[in-house]
């Protein structure tokens, strides 16, 4: 939390007020494996991260003294000598990345915004995403109107059909990639593509690479990406 605090706290400050810091959790094999750091309760360690940056911003903006005691972070010190000045600008807006219920949750409540992943649909997005976010804001007393919600769509798109072909096999593949991973499996079962989960994971263990794509029909693509030229993309 320290950390992102000061670098969220510069950015801040160098952007002028216009920084947003991005927050997201991977799953298991990647933190332990990819970050080397111990995998626990990423939901609530998230909602504590953010909590626990609040609380050195507070301390650093509003001169409140750092007294932060979680289950997994404690801030108790903070001299003159590592205090930089207050932002004019205010601490940064916060948003987290969220698939799960859980962890959607926890961006409505103590996050500025949601960052949903690429792998999602418009009604995912409506259906599971936005309920459990309002929820979470409305847990806290929050206004869940207030809240930004920020989706990375991928796109499929160009100018021939040579180019077009191309980026819908780009695209094909990427969804593959993901729908791999079981965290996200409740994307694809909303759609009634839910037993294609283990097969894609079957797949990516074997190093099939190409096939994973192949798995992905036309369906897919258009529910799950844009496919669209140029002027019809928007």
């Not at 969220?98 to 996050?111: D, F, K, L, T």
């Not at 869940?144 to 059909?161: H, K, N, Q, S, Y």
């Amino acid at each position: 939390p320290m950390t992102l605090a000061h670098l969220g706290h510069d950015m801040q400050v160098l952007s002028g007020g216009l920084f947003v810091l991005g927050l997201g959790s991977q799953i298991r094999p990647h933190i332990e494996r990819r970050y080397s750091m111990p995998w626990s309760r990423p939901a609530a360690r998230m909602r504590e991260l953010v909590e626990a940056m609040r609380a050195i911003w507070r301390c650093w903006n509003e001169g409140e003294p750092l007294d932060f005691r979680g289950d997994f972070y404690t801030h108790t010190l903070m001299t003159p000598m590592f205090a930089p000045p207050p932002s004019p600008h205010g601490p940064p807006r916060v948003w987290v990345a969220g698939v799960g219920p859980r962890m959607v949750e926890v961006a409505g409540a103590v996050g500025d915004g949601l960052i949903c992943h690429p792998l999602v649909s418009g009604r995912y997005l409506r259906e599971a995403l936005i309920p459990h976010l309002h929820a979470g804001a409305r847990a806290e007393g929050r206004d869940p109107a207030e809240l930004e919600v920020a989706a990375m769509a991928m796109i499929a798109t160009g100018r021939t059909e040579e180019e077009m072909a191309e980026a819908v096999a780009g695209t094909r593949a990427q969804i593959g990639f993901y729908a791999s991973t079981p965290a996200y499996r409740p994307v694809l079962e909303m759609h009634g593509w839910g037993d294609l989960q283990p097969e894609l994971r079957r797949l990516s263990k074997a190093g099939e690479w190409g096939a994973m794509g192949d798995a992905v029909d036309d369906e897919m693509v258009r529910t799950l990406a844009v496919v669209a030229e140029p002027d019809g993309v928007v």
